[in-house]
């Protein structure tokens, strides 16, 4: 099944038959042998070289936990870094490094600097990332250093540019926090992955860096059940790279598309401060949950102070029959852009919602005109699942999402928000889009 660049290869033996609408979700009756690799076939071949051999293997891992038996677990733990890394290092290669018996239950995995002076202790905690128990003091563990999840290979740096981990003015702790995916509700699991950091102290010639891009985590974005198609889009608005980007901007270099699991489209628009549209960042026409690469780009990107970036998530909920909202369980819906660029800028979150009070005219809109169970008292969700969403009130939220002014997340690494006006923003103006690209098809009259 080849499209779009996109090649699902489809082996078995004892076949029976195969069901494959759009080409993605292979529902078989079969006898034994079958299995199906994704592999992208246009993709950057020149994004891996051979590492060094004054590079040096780090590895940050979870050591024996106990993975719980519900469906979402994100674990954490702090690090302190050796005593090495007083020194300045540069990450030239990461990659997960996952237990055999974990495969599958590890869906992805971030590692995140401590944000603080360096002479800052940070308490070593190891256990659930939303436990009572978390110590304050790591919530500062917030600047990605590394994005791992399930599909992704080893992600190289080019040779200009690498992440920096260490330093006389670094904080040395950092945090590993795992998805754990355990739909099965596994019991006595006992798993001690993490990621590997392959890094040295000979620096290359800049700094790289991460941006998060596309919708805020938060049950404001819902996606109506029942729809082959809906669609969500975050904003990265030209304000908030104002402030964010240096003068000279940023050069990006690689990008993770990443939803959960009813995203079967991926794509990044790209605009200058005039509204005219550029050559798109990234795109994936036929996206799979569990084939998430971290994708060198074979056209490096030029993003300068003033431009806006558009993340668009397209979903299919046929399967569903409520509501699914944005959040961080795998039965709930993301739209991120993990962006690798240089050099290093301060801005760390370009992400959007709709408005708080766009979202409520919405809800009171359904209850005055539309005899919906909806209140103001009550909380989003149960607003969101009290609706029977008809053809007519799917196609009405679809309205207000692409037309509601945004709440922006326009966030230093720190977590902190940039200076600025960020409730209620306009949505940007696109004057200029880019014409449909031209196909180089040629066809037989005869």
């Known amino acids: 099944l080849i499209q779009d660049g996109t090649t699902h290869i489809v082996w078995s033996r004892g076949l029976e038959h195969i069901v494959a609408p759009n080409g993605l979700n292979i529902s078989t009756t079969i006898r034994e042998n079958f299995g199906m690799i994704r592999v992208n076939l246009l993709k950057n071949l020149k994004a891996h070289s051979q590492l060094p051999s004054h590079v040096q293997v780090l590895d940050l891992l979870t050591d024996k936990v106990q993975v719980p038996n519900e ?3 994100y674990w954490c733990k702090v690090f302190k870094l050796p005593e090495s890394f007083r020194r300045k290092h ?7 490094n996952i237990e055999s018996t974990s495969q599958g239950l590890v869906h992805h995995m971030e590692i995140f600097h401590c944000e603080t002076s360096a002479m800052e202790k940070i308490p070593l905690y190891n256990g659930n990332c939303f436990g009572e128990d978390r110590p304050e003091k790591t919530q500062v563990c917030k600047r990605v250093l590394a994005a791992w999840a399930m599909g992704a290979q080893p992600f190289t740096y080019p040779e200009e540019a690498a992440l920096p981990l260490g330093g006389n003015k670094f904080n ?12 099965e509700l596994k019991s006595g699991v006992i798993d001690s992955s993490g990621v590997r950091f392959y890094v040295s102290d000979m620096l290359k010639e800049m700094d790289a860096g991460v941006i998060e891009l596309g919708l805020e985590y938060t049950d404001k974005m819902a996606i109506p059940p029942g729809q082959e198609s809906f669609s969500l889009t975050g904003y990265c608005i030209s304000s908030c790279t104002s402030v964010g980007l240096h003068n000279e901007g940023i050069t990006v270099f690689g990008s993770q598309l990443h939803t959960h699991l009813t995203g079967v489209r991926v794509h990044t628009r790209h605009f200058d401060a ?27 990107v030029k993003v300068l102070p003033g431009h806006i970036l558009m993340t668009r998530c397209d979903y299919n909920t046929l399967s569903r029959t409520n509501v699914t909202l944005g959040g961080f369980s795998i039965s709930e819906e993301m739209c991120v852009n993990y962006i690798h660029y240089y050099p290093h800028a301060p801005l760390e979150v370009c992400k959007s919602s709709i408005s708080d009070q766009a979202l409520r005219t919405f809800f ?13 008292n009550a909380a989003i969700s149960t607003n969101y699942n009290s609706i029977h969403w008809s053809k007519v009130r799917v196609q009405l939220l679809n309205e207000v999402y692409h037309e509601a002014p945004l709440s922006m997340q326009c966030n230093m690494s720190s ?4 200076p600025g006006y960020w409730d209620n923003a306009p949505l940007p103006s696109v004057l200029l889009p880019l014409a449909p690209p031209a196909r180089n098809c040629q066809f037989d009259d005869k």
Do not use: C
């Open 71 to 73: 469906e979402t677990t």
């Open 90 to 96: 540069h990450i030239y290669q990461y990659e997960a």
């Open 172 to 183: 040395p702790y950092v945090m590993l926090e795992i998805h754990y995916n355990n739909p």
């Open 274 to 300: 005039y509204g005219k549209e550029l050559p798109e960042l990234d795109r994936d026409n036929h996206y799979s949950t569990h084939f998430q690469e971290i994708r060198r780009l074979k056209r490096p």
């Open 364 to 376: 009171n809109y359904m209850k005055e005109w539309e005899d919906q169970p909806t209140s103001p």
């Open 415 to 418: 977590g902190d928000r940039f």
